[in-house]
C-alpha cells in the first residue's frame, strides 16, 4: 500500500511538472465554442437537462450526448467561469489518476500470472504519464473526452479484475462488481466511444473461464452489454430522432475509410517516435495512394499479433491488443472532421503501457532486466522533455496555429486560424495575407472567402470585400458570408444591392433571424431609413 502512494504521488509530481505552467493558458480553438459560448454549461440547475437531450452546446446544429463530461465543465463554469485554471486542473488530476490506474491493473495483471518482476509496472504508467501523445487531451479542454473516458473505463477495469482476483468474500466481490459496472456507465455518457470496448470484457472473461477462477463475477459481462444497449437505443434516439443526427451517404465513407486506413501508420508513428507534433496532420491527397496500401499492410500485421498473442495461450496480452485497436473502432465507423489527432492515442496507449508492463515482467536474466530498466528510463526521460516543449505551444491561438504552419507550411487551415487570431486582433494586413496564402493552397476552403471579406471590410476596401465574398458565394451559400456581404453594401452605400441580398438572403435562411441581423446592422452604420425598408420588404408592404 505504501508503494502504491508512492507511485502515485511521484505520477502527481510529474503531471504537475509538465503541465502546471498551462493552468492560466487561454482556452482555444474549439473550446471558445465548447466551454465560452455555451450557455447549457454556466448554470449547475440545468445538468439534468444534458442527461436526457441531445444537446450539449447553445449551437442547434450540434448534437450529441455526452451528459457527464459537460455536467464536468458545468463544474468547472461554477468554480471559475471562463477562467481555464480549474478545467487544466482537473484534467492533469485526471491524468495523473489515469496513470496511476495504468500501473494498478500492470500489477493486478503481473502479480496474477505469478511473474516475480513488479518494477514494469511502474515504468510503463510513467511513461504513460509522460509520453508526448498525451499533452492535447490534457491540455487541450475540449480533448477531455478523451482522457475522461479512458480513466472511467480503466476504473471499471480495475475493479472487474480486483473482484475476479482479489481476496474477499462474496459480498464484497459483488460491490466490487457493481463499482465497476457504475464506473462503466459514467464512461458510456462520457464519451460513445466506451461501446465499442465492451468486447474487452468479454475477452478477460475467457481467459478467466480458461484459469478456471470463481464465477462470481461472470454475470458482469451480460449486465455490461445490456447496459450498453440501452445507453447506444437511448442515444440513437435523442440524436436521431430529433432530427440533427449527422446524414452520409455510402461515397462519404468509402472516402472515410481509404483516408483513415491511410492516415493510421501516423497513429503508430506517434505512439513510438512522437516527433513533430501539432495541432494539424497532413491528410492523403487522393483516395488511392501508397499511405492506403502501407496503411492496410499495418493494420494486417496487428490483427496477425493479436490472433498470434491469443493462439499462444496469451490471452491477457492478446486483450490488451484488442482494446487498442476497439478504441479506434468509432472512429472508423463515423465520417468525421480530422483523421489524425492526437487525442485518439490516450486509451489505446494506456492498453500499450499495460501490455509492455506484462511483457517486460517475463523478462529473465540480470543483463536482460538491467538492459530494459536503462531504455525505459532513457525513454521516460526523453519523453519528458518532449512533452514539456510540446506543452509550451498550447499558450495561445497564435502560438498553436503558429506552431502548426511552422512544421506543415503547405497545410491551409493553420494559416486559416492564424487569420482569424490577428483579425481578432485588428492586424488586417497580416489577416489579410494568411487569408490569401489559404487560398492559394486551397481555392475551395470556403471559409477563408468569408474571412478575407470580413478582413477587407475592416479595411474600409469594401469593393475589394464584395468581389471575394460573391466568389465564396459562388462555392457555399453560408449565412455569415450573405451578412458580410450586407455589410460591405451598407457601408458602400448600394442600397439596390443591399435589398436584393435581403431579399436573396431571407428566402435562402428562412430560420435565421434574417429581418434583426440585418436591420441592427443599417442602424448601427448610419441608415435607418435602410433599416424600415427592410421592415417593410419583410411585411410584404414593398417589393425590394
Known amino acids: 500500500m505504501k508503494k502504491s502512494f508512492l507511485v502515485l504521488f511521484a505520477l502527481t509530481c510529474l503531471s504537475f511538472l509538465i503541465y502546471a505552467r498551462t493552468l492560466n493558458y487561454p482556452l482555444v480553438f474549439d473550446d471558445h465554442h465548447v466551454i465560452t459560448g455555451n450557455t447549457f454549461i454556466q448554470n449547475l440547475a440545468d445538468v439534468p437537462h444534458l442527461f436526457v437531450s441531445a444537446h450539449m452546446e447553445s449551437n442547434e446544429k450540434a448534437s450529441s450526448y455526452r451528459p457527464f463530461l459537460y455536467a464536468t465543465y458545468a463544474l468547472n463554469y461554477a468554480v471559475s467561469g471562463v477562467n481555464p485554471w480549474s478545467y487544466r486542473l482537473f484534467d492533469i488530476f485526471s491524468h495523473a489518476l489515469c496513470s496511476f490506474l495504468v500501473y494498478l491493473i500492470s500489477m493486478i495483471i503481473i502479480k496474477e500470472r505469478g511473474d516475480k518482476n513488479t518494477w514494469p509496472a511502474a515504468a510503463m504508467a510513467v511513461i504513460f504519464c509522460v509520453h508526448p501523445a498525451q499533452t492535447e487531451s490534457v491540455i487541450y479542454v475540449s480533448a477531455r473526452s478523451a482522457e475522461l473516458v479512458c480513466t472511467l473505463f480503466l476504473a471499471s477495469v480495475y475493479f472487474y479484475l480486483k473482484a475476479r482476483t482479489g481476496p474477499g468474500n462474496v459480498l464484497r466481490k459483488r460491490g466490487l462488481v457493481a463499482v465497476s459496472l457504475v464506473a462503466l456507465a459514467l464512461a458510456l455518457l462520457t464519451k460513445e466511444t466506451a461501446a465499442a470496448l465492451l468486447p474487452f470484457f468479454f475477452a478477460l472473461e475467457y481467459y478467466f473461464r480458461k484459469k478456471k477462477s470463481a464465477r462470481i463475477s461472470r454475470a458482469f459481462p451480460v449486465l455490461a452489454t445490456v447496459m450498453t444497449v440501452i445507453y447506444t437505443v437511448y442515444r440513437f434516439y435523442l440524436i436521431f430522432g430529433s432530427g440533427k443526427g449527422a446524414k452520409s451517404d455510402y461515397s462519404d465513407y468509402v472516402g472515410h475509410w481509404a483516408g ?89 496507449l494506456a492498453a500499450f503501457c499495460i501490455a509492455g508492463a506484462a511483457a517486460l515482467a517475463r523478462l529473465s536474466g540480470p543483463r536482460a532486466v538491467m538492459a530494459a530498466k536503462y531504455g525505459a528510463a532513457v525513454a521516460a526521460a526523453m519523453f519528458l522533455v518532449l512533452s514539456f516543449s510540446r506543452a509550451g505551444a498550447w499558450a495561445s491561438d497564435k502560438s498553436l496555429w503558429g506552431d502548426a504552419e511552422a512544421k506543415y507550411p503547405m497545410l491551409a487551415r493553420p494559416h486559416n486560424e492564424l487569420g482569424i487570431y490577428y483579425l481578432k486582433h485588428g492586424r488586417f494586413d497580416k489577416a489579410r495575407m494568411e487569408f490569401e496564402t489559404v487560398l492559394s493552397l486551397n481555392p475551395s476552403f470556403v471559409k477563408a472567402y468569408d474571412n478575407l471579406g470580413a478582413d477587407y471590410i475592416c479595411m474600409g476596401n469594401f469593393s475589394k470585400a464584395q468581389e471575394v465574398l460573391s466568389r465564396g458565394l459562388a462555392l457555399a451559400n453560408l449565412y455569415s458570408m450573405r451578412f458580410n456581404l450586407e455589410t460591405a453594401y451598407i457601408n458602400e452605400g448600394n442600397s439596390g444591392a443591399a435589398m436584393r441580398n435581403f431579399a436573396a438572403t431571407r428566402d435562402r435562411f428562412p430560420g435565421q433571424e434574417v429581418l434583426r441581423d440585418f436591420t441592427n446592422t443599417a442602424v448601427r452604420l448610419g441608415r435607418p431609413d435602410l433599416a424600415r425598408a427592410f421592415a417593410e420588404a419583410a411585411a410584404g408592404q414593398r417589393n425590394p
Not at 334 to 340: A, E, M, Q
Open 260 to 348: 483513415w486506413i491511410s492516415r493510421f501508420p501516423s497513429y503508430i508513428r506517434l505512439l513510438v517516435v512522437p516527433f513533430s507534433q501539432s495541432i494539424e496532420h497532413p491528410e492523403a491527397g487522393k483516395l488511392i495512394n501508397i499511405h492506403l496500401f502501407i496503411g492496410i499492410a499495418v493494420i494486417a500485421v496487428s490483427l496477425f499479433l493479436i490472433f498470434r498473442q491469443f493462439r499462444r495461450g496469451n490471452y491477457l496480452v492478446a486483450a490488451l491488443l484488442l482494446l487498442a485497436a476497439l478504441s479506434f473502432l468509432p472512429e472508423f465507423c463515423y465520417t468525421i472532421w480530422d483523421l489524425v489527432v492526437d487525442y485518439r492515442l490516450y486509451l489505446p
